[in-house]
């Protein structure tokens, strides 16, 4: 499943604080106060929107990223190329 977050709405969040764990996952605070957003599921009828994860998590998933980096090197960055983008 796929989370799209408005801009702003993010914003909002993160200007009231959250906790370590919602650092890493911004969209459990979104969860944790339902009543406070609007969050609708939307079935995808084929695999158009299917795309591999990026979230590195464990060791495995560093691998997982790795080897598909290795396979499309369109996707890796030089390390001045990361830090262009991360300071942007």
């Not at 799209?4 to 906790?19: A, M």
């Not at 890493?24 to 969860?31: A, D, R, S």
């Not at 998590?57 to 997982?64: E, G």
Request: hydrophobic residues 40%; charged residues 20%.
């Amino acid at each position: 499943m796929s989370e799209i977050v408005r801009t702003g709405t993010l914003r909002r969040v993160l200007d009231h604080g959250v906790s370590s764990e919602q650092q890493v996952h911004v969209t459990l605070c979104f969860y944790a106060h339902r009543e406070d957003f609007r969050i609708v599921n939307l079935p995808s009828p084929d695999t158009a929107f299917v795309c591999p994860g990026f979230a590195v998590d464990s060791k495995l998933d560093l691998v997982n990223l790795d080897g598909i980096c290795t396979a499309n090197p369109a996707l890796d960055l030089t390390p001045a190329e990361a830090d262009r983008i991360h300071a942007s």
